[in-house]
């Protein structure tokens, strides 16, 4: 289920980087969970990602947004 939430994303445009800064992870972590090899995450970067997911994806402004309150 992870790996289907991130490709979703990811499918919007979104770089792998841009969404690791947004859910507070790493790159390589962002890699892993899109591959499947990571199957579960912490609760807040799953509400962040849960958050992006309901955005349609031509609101991406969002990630921005998010990142200059950070």
Not at 13 to 38: D, N, W
Request: positive net charge.
């Amino acid at each position: 289920m992870l790996s289907k939430m991130i490709s979703c994303v990811l499918a919007q445009g979104i770089s792998q980087q841009e969404l690791a800064r947004f859910l507070g992870v790493s790159q390589s972590t962002v890699c892993r969970m899109a591959s499947g090899k990571i199957k579960s995450i912490k609760s807040q970067p799953m509400e962040r990602l849960k958050k992006i997911i309901r955005v349609s994806s031509g609101e991406k402004p969002l990630l921005a947004s998010e990142k200059n309150n950070a």
